[in-house]
């Protein structure tokens, strides 16, 4: 199992010591949040770019943000190695996934709980990474949506029909916890979005990343 740590959770006034805390991870996850798309708003391009000199790990951008169409370019710039889009934010999924990729920037699509999967079906061989909400976007902290357990194993299995060369990855992001994690990896998962999980553990990041793992791999 991957782990995606979202500093949404860290302390903003001292992100580089968040970082620094999850060398462990596998990538950083950043919630880019507009005010509109998601009732909260947090950081953009200037901040991820300073982000950028203090660790070697992989970003994906979540951009919770009305206007992805027009401002990708500028997190593209700023150091990402994936954006995520949202489905239910983007006009024109198909040139906004080729103009990525054409930077040579990896493509994320996500889906808000309610968002039916059939959505994907043109796109899914194009993208690198769905990434499955199971909390209504917009803070962290909140509670896992049950019924997005059955949508990860059905996307696995759509998924698993695709030639292996075409295969996205699955995430899921919001509301996964230790006791969680084991069922979310079972039902079909390579990857979780941690905020709490993580930036909250008593124990410390590096710790609390190294037991989600484990608790996947039992
Ligand atoms: C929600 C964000 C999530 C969130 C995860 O809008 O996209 O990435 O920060 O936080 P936890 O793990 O606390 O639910
Ligand atoms: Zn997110």
Redesign the pocket.
Known sequence: MLIAP?I??ADFSNLGAALAAIGNADEV?L?V?DGHF?P?LTFGPPLIASLRKHTELPFDA?L?VTNAETCFQDYIRAGVTRLTFHVEAVSHLDSLIHATKSAGIEVGI?LNPTTPLTVLEQVLPMLDLV?L??????????K?IPYVMDKIARLRRIIDDLDAATRPRISV?????AANIAEISRAGADM?????????APEGCSHAIRHLKQLCAA
Not at 133 to 142: D, K, R
Not at 192 to 200: E, H, K, L
């Open positions: 979202s949404l959770a996850h919630d949040m998601v909260n979540h919770m996500a990434l909400m199971s909390v209504n976007p917009g803070f962290g902290g909140q896992f992001d919001g509301g996964v916890t979780v979005v941690a905020g709490s999980a993580v930036f909250g």
